[in-house]
């Protein structure tokens, strides 16, 4: 699951500003996230890390498959982009691996050899800017950490190349809102890289949903909880540093549960109450919340529970409860080992297919808006509509009182 290796992760992070992201204590409620505008124009800077733990290389380099492959520059090369994404661009039909950026000079060298990407086609972040030549590159993959994703999307458009960016998009709506901004002005294409409208049991809980399976759904009830090391610190994990991770755990893997309570009911909230735990005396959480819990009431009258850890046993479900039946997704919303069960009029246990097929499918979608156009199934609007919910989620939390919610996600005054 996103987020649960963090105690695996072994870098030396150093970035921190205090004046891009504050965090600021509002009582005995817990902690109120006033951001600032993170990213670009904040000091946090990119910089090279050493290897991540468990990477296998391609022993042979990998070919685009067609004449018309969107070629991408992989930009981060970490635990996600090492081990999850760039092993399935093979899977891809349609997407291929043009170029990478990293600081580490060892990590291009023994990377860009394994893939067979060329030693003029491997850039470092300070020569980001030269990828506007390089005529190889069709679109960037942002897989940085989150508060350095909003100023690489920007430059990537102005260099004239289109964005694929990992989630959550960016730290702050106003980042999120510069970055759509930017796709705009350069006419390229962005997409938030949530494979999990792409994974073939959230794709059927989706449907079954819209068709009411379990009735008119009462209740949406999601988990995504890890636990992070307890030696880890903040200088050593930028998780859980706030300028390139804002408040922790409901920004990194949260998310899924807030998506899944969005794309299960099929509505937007309109009022949310929500609480956060940031304990004292423990490094890992001088920053970041160690856990985040949030009601949601949506316009039909379903609510959702949403509760997200970085200090708790494991768990990644999604449940929904509904007047007639009920849906149960446990694992929901990881990499692999998907299991989800419908209980009610038509009760069955799912079998869907290899959920890995979710970040192939992803990569060909965003190269079918690329070359054709096609329309992106989890656009930049949907990256910003989330970091919204996000600011009112610890909006409420920091007041203790309910926020409500214009359709669009905003809070209303
Ligand atoms: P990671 O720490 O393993 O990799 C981060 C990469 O960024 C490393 O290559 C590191 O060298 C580089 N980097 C550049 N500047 C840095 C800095 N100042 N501090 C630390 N690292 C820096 O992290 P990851 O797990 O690969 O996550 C990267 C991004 O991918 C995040 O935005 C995360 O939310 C996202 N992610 C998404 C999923 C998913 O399921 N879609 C899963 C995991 C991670």
Redesign the pocket.
């Known amino acids: 699951m ?2 649960a ?1 963090i105690s695996r ?1 072994g ?1 030396i ?3 921190r500003d205090t004046a891009v992201v504050a965090l600021a204590a509002a009582g005995a409620a817990g902690s109120v996230l006033a951001q600032t505008g993170g990213g670009a124009g904040g000091s ?6 050493p290897m ?1 733990d468990g990477v296998s290389l391609p022993s042979s380099p990998l070919r685009p498959k067609r004449q018309d492959s969107v070629g991408y520059a992989v930009v ?6 090492l081990n ?1 994404m760039m092993p399935r661009f093979s899977r891809s039909e349609r997407s291929h691996i043009a170029a990478l950026v ?3 000079p060892e ?1 291009l060298r023994r990377v860009g050899d394994a893939y067979g990407v060329p030693a003029d086609a491997r850039y470092s ?1 300070e020569h980001y800017e030269r990828i506007a030549a390089d005529t190889r590159i069709d679109a960037v993959y942002i ?4 508060g ?2 909003a100023e690489y999307a920007v430059r990537a458009f102005a260099a004239g190349k289109h964005v694929l960016c ?3 998009m960016a730290l702050n709506s106003a980042d999120c809102e510069r970055m759509i901004a930017a796709g705009e002005r350069a006419n390229r294409r962005l997409m938030i ?3 999990v409208h792409f994974e073939p049991h959230n794709m059927e809980a989706m449907a079954l949903m819209r068709r009411q399976a379990a009735g008119n759904i009462r209740f949406v009830r999601t988990e995504q909880l890890s636990r992070t090391d307890p030696k880890s610190r903040p200088a050593e994990n ?2 859980i ?1 706030r300028a ?1 991770a804002g408040g922790g755990p409901l ?3 949260g998310i ?1 549960g807030l998506q899944a309570a969005l794309y299960l009911t099929g509505e937007m909230p309109e009022a949310i109450t929500a609480t956060t735990f940031q304990p004292r005396n423990d490094p890992r959480f001088a920053q970041v919340f160690a856990s985040v819990a949030s009601h949601l009431r949506f316009p039909s009258g379903a609510i959702a529970q949403l509760m997200t850890s970085y200090d708790s046993d494991g768990s990644n479900i999604a449940h929904v409860r509904g007047d007639t039946g009920a849906l149960i997704m446990d694992p929901a919303t990881g ?1 692999e080992g998907h299991k989800m069960r419908l209980e009610g009029r038509e009760s069955r246990d799912f079998s869907l297919g290899d959920p890995t097929v979710q970040f192939a499918r992803q990569l060909d979608n965003f190269s079918d808006a690329v070359r054709d156009n096609a329309t992106i199934r989890t656009p930049g609007a949907m990256g910003l509509r989330d970091v919204r919910l996000i600011e009112a989620i610890y909006a409420a939390a920091g007041t203790g009182s309910v926020v409500r919610l214009s359709p669009d996600g905003r809070m209303r005054r």
């Open positions: 996103d987020g290796g992760r870098f992070g150093q970035a946090v800077v990119a910089r090279g890390r991540p981060g090369l970490g635990d996600y982009a999850q990293s600081g580490n990590k972040y897989v940085l950490p989150s350095l994703h990992e989630k959550p890289a949530y494979r930028w998780r540093d390139l920004e990194d893997f899924y990499y």
